[in-house]
Every structure is written in structure tokens, then in C-alpha cells.
């Protein structure tokens, strides 16, 4: 799989929106772009996939570069419950692991 | 509700015992998952299942021991094999293996051996 790049740390004001960057240069034709959160001492949540669209969801919007080598989180209006660690990961599909790696993340704090 | 329950929530052990945390499904999920996560650290795979009665070793897989005898539960054995085995152990299950079905995670188990 695929590795990817994030921020160690993020800043967002609440009630902005929180736009979380990955660099997934290495990516072949056939990986997934994930994004997972995990909130202090929980499990991680998911958030949303894509493979070479954008993508919305109820929770975030993902945009992925025509060239696939990066993307971006959107959480449209962030809230305090929105700090979190949030994961990039890049996942291929059968015949790849079935694993997720997970890196360090981006830990994104949500300002009053 | 459907979901992925962990217990317990914190347990403690000595060392040299082994400790088995439990992980059950109501998904009808066919894969399950045994991840680790240390201080600051990203997850780690202990073990992954693709269905009943088959199971496969993931990156840190020594010291851990697995069983799938139903498909709603995968409990994992962490034994005084594993060097340091104090740390935060999630459960995840998935629909089934090939197609990018997302991974849904259990609340974890933290456990703390002295």
C-alpha cells in the first residue's frame, strides 16, 4: 500500500471549515483514498473514500487531484466534536492487503 | 443497534499471564480485524480474518494468538510471549474482502500489564 503524507497538526476555527491536505505520490491505479478520525481513546470512525471523483458524504466532502498524488478533507463547518486525529490512508483493492496503515495523522483542533 | 462491542474497557494484568479480550460482531460482517495502537502511534495489524475458521497473521502478529470459530466473534490472546503487550487494542470488522468496504471499529480495550 501506498504511503501518505499529513500534517502532524491542524488549527480550525469553529464554525469554518477544516480542510485536511494528504500527499499520496506513490499511488497506483487501483488504491483508494480513506479517511478515518479517531477521538481521544475511541475507536477510529469512518469518514469517506474515493478513487478518482470527489466525493461527499454527510459528514465531509474529499477532493482528489486529477493526478490522484494528493487530496484534501473538508469538514464543511467544523465543531468542537470535530478535534480529532484524522487519517489519510491509501488502500488497494482485491489483490492488495486488505489491512489498513495507519500513519501518525493529522491532529486537528477546533477552536471556540 | 447494530455494531462492535469490545469488553472490558480497561483491564489489568501481571506479567507472565496471558489475557484473552473479547471482540463480537452484529454486523453480518465476514472480515474482522485485531489492531494495536501505542502512545502517539498510528494502528498496527495483529491478525485479520476473511471467514470462520480461517485466520492470518498481520504485521505484529507475534506474541498474539486468534480464533474464529463464529463469525461474530474474534477474540484475541495476548500472551507472555509478547515483549510488551501494555497497550490499546481495537477490533474492526468488514463487510467482505476484494471491494474498498470500509472498516468500522470497536470502542477498544486498554490494557496495562505491570
Known amino acids: 500500500d501506498a504511503k501518505t503524507t499529513q500534517p502532524p497538526s491542524m488549527d480550525c476555527a469553529e464554525g469554518r471549515a477544516a480542510n485536511l491536505p494528504c500527499n499520496h505520490s506513490?499511488?497506483?491505479?487501483?488504491?483508494?483514498v480513506y479517511w478515518y478520525r479517531q477521538i481521544h481513546s475511541q475507536g477510529p470512525q469512518y469518514i469517506i473514500h474515493g478513487l478518482k471523483n470527489n466525493e461527499t458524504n454527510e459528514m465531509a466532502s474529499l477532493i482528489i487531484t486529477e493526478d490522484r498524488k494528493s487530496s484534501t478533507l473538508i469538514l464543511p463547518h467544523a465543531t468542537l466534536r470535530d478535534t480529532a486525529v484524522y487519517y489519510c490512508?491509501?488502500?488497494?483493492?482485491?489483490?492488495?492487503?486488505?489491512?489498513?496503515?495507519f500513519g501518525k495523522g493529522t491532529k486537528l483542533t477546533v477552536n471556540p | 443497534d447494530g455494531g462492535i462491542t469490545q469488553s472490558p474497557k480497561y483491564l489489568f494484568r501481571k506479567e507472565g499471564q496471558n489475557v484473552t479480550l473479547s471482540c463480537e460482531q452484529n454486523?453480518?460482517?465476514?472480515?474482522m480485524y485485531w489492531y494495536r495502537q501505542d502512545p502517539g502511534q498510528g494502528l498496527r495489524l495483529i491478525y485479520y480474518?476473511?471467514?470462520?475458521?480461517?485466520?492470518q497473521k498481520g504485521d505484529i502478529a507475534e506474541g498474539y494468538s486468534v480464533s474464529r470459530e463464529k463469525k461474530e466473534s474474534f477474540p484475541l490472546t495476548v500472551t507472555s510471549a509478547q515483549k510488551n503487550p501494555t497497550a490499546f487494542y481495537l477490533c474492526?470488522?468488514?463487510?467482505?474482502?476484494?471491494?474498498?468496504?470500509?472498516?468500522?471499529f470497536g470502542p477498544g480495550t486498554r490494557l496495562t500489564v505491570t
Open positions: 506513490t499511488i497506483s491505479g487501483n488504491e483508494y
Open positions: 454486523l453480518n460482517h465476514d472480515a
Open positions: 480474518s476473511q471467514i470462520v475458521n480461517d485466520f
Open positions: 474492526a470488522s468488514s463487510i467482505a474482502k476484494g471491494y474498498p468496504y470500509e472498516q468500522y
Open positions: 490512508i491509501v488502500r488497494a483493492t482485491q489483490g492488495g492487503s486488505e489491512k489498513l496503515v
